[in-house]
């Protein structure tokens, strides 16, 4: 199938398997495509005008494209390094899709490390670690020595469902070794992070932010147990703190920042917003950076503004099966254990969004955009602003059945230690604890049922 084009309405229903004359819900109106392919999270949303559409796949080439090595040919593409995490931003978000964790004992590449150290200042403020920065980079170009070999393991923690039933979930050990520039420091906090699915990030970007203000309640005004909170971050481009609303922790205030950190921490490639190097003053003193690769962006403003662009506009997967007796059963269910509440099926975005082709949408991402403490059994200890380490932002949902046909996987979480929606909703603690029990008391028949409605999202 053609990603030249937007796939119209009219997609054939058995595509999607659904009942003949089942009508897909568009979850984000204008902004949705009609495909449930591996090509489901590439599309350009409908109203991109025809002549926007070759930034958008300027942006596209470059987001899949590996990244070669300075000085090279094309000079567009050089500059990879020294140190990275992957070559290309496909190589964790294949087909614009979400990336997993390695299986037990195996090295990671799909998932990377954050590191800091504890500030003794302030909570919100994070010192990156001193020998190795922000972020473990586990490969290097030829002639530098990589930061580090990471490796997971798991061990099982057995449960049991009301009726019964049993399961297990598996608890991940990260274990860093062969350390290139010294020890890390005793107190260094690692926060594990899988790539999250593309598609639709530009849409979640044009949220009023009035409507995700609106949905706060730090002090838990109505007594629900419920306490979403807005994520103050700071803005490299304007200088001034800004409600985040992208990355696991809400830690990023827009597509922009977002790509051009992504650039420098994960594939070495600077940029305008950063112009230096990842590099340590104990890796510059141990090993000076190659003649060449710091002092300029390595990548361009219009190349950057291109993958932004492409990013920004990616339309999300119609759902599915919206007819389906058991999806509307447990579309219920969602709404009854309370899973609505944080996962918010409803948000509208500005009138006034810097993309006229995302503006005015009522979106269904199920998500509200806060942050909202889930429990020590996900904590990752290590703060963001002014998010502590129990603190998540919602994840979207839209999208969450399809991962299996794009990726091959359907581990979720932050860390994709969850091997299935129902180990997800199993491993939710803190202010998801009392909806985690309200399904782990379900029937087996009402926890197929809402798993069903999940997996159509």
Known sequence: MSLCCFVAPNHPASLLGE???????????????????????????????????????VGKSFFNENWIIAP??????????????????????????????????????????????????????????????GQLQTFAIPGIRPEATALVSYHEVPGSYADGDTFTLRHPTYRVTELGYGPLAPETQLSPR?????????????????DILSRVDANDRDRDGIRGRANWVWDIR??????????????????????????????????????????????????????????????????????VFYARHLAVPAQRDVDHPSVQRGQRLFTDLGCAKCHTPTLNTSPSASSPALRALVIQPYTDLLLHDMGEGLSDHRPSFHANGADWRTPPLWGLGLIQKINGHSTLLHDGRARSVEEAILWHGGEGESAREKFRTLPRSSRHDLVAFLKSL
């Open 72 to 133: 090279g040919s094309p000079a567009a593409r050089d500059g990879l390094g020294p140190l990275f995490n992957a070559r290309s931003c496909s190589g964790c978000h294949l087909h614009d899709g979400r990336s997993a964790p390695p299986s037990q004992g195996a090295v990671l590449t799909t998932l990377l490390l954050r590191l800091s150290i504890p500030n003794p200042r302030s909570n919100q403020a994070i010192i990156p670690e001193p020998n190795y920065g």
């Open 238 to 307: 304007t200088k001034t703190n800004r409600l985040g609303r992208l990355g696991w922790k809400a830690e990023q205030p827009d597509v922009y920042q977002q790509t051009a950190t992504a650039f420098l921490e994960d594939i070495g490639i600077t940029s305008s917003l950063h112009p230096r190097e990842s590099w340590s003053a104990k890796q510059s003193k141990d090993q000076p950076l190659p003649a060449g690769l710091d002092g300029r962006p390595e990548i361009s403003d219009k190349i950057l503004s291109d993958v």
């Open 194 to 210: 899988v790539a999250p699915i593309m598609a639709g990030v530009g849409l979640l970007e044009a949220v009023s932010e009035a």
């Open 19 to 57: 009942d003949p004359g089942s009508v897909p819900l568009r979850s984000a109106k204008t902004g949705t495509v009609v495909d449930d392919t591996v090509n489901a999270f590439g599309f350009a949303v409908e109203t991109l005008p025809s002549e926007d559409r070759p930034a958008f796949f």
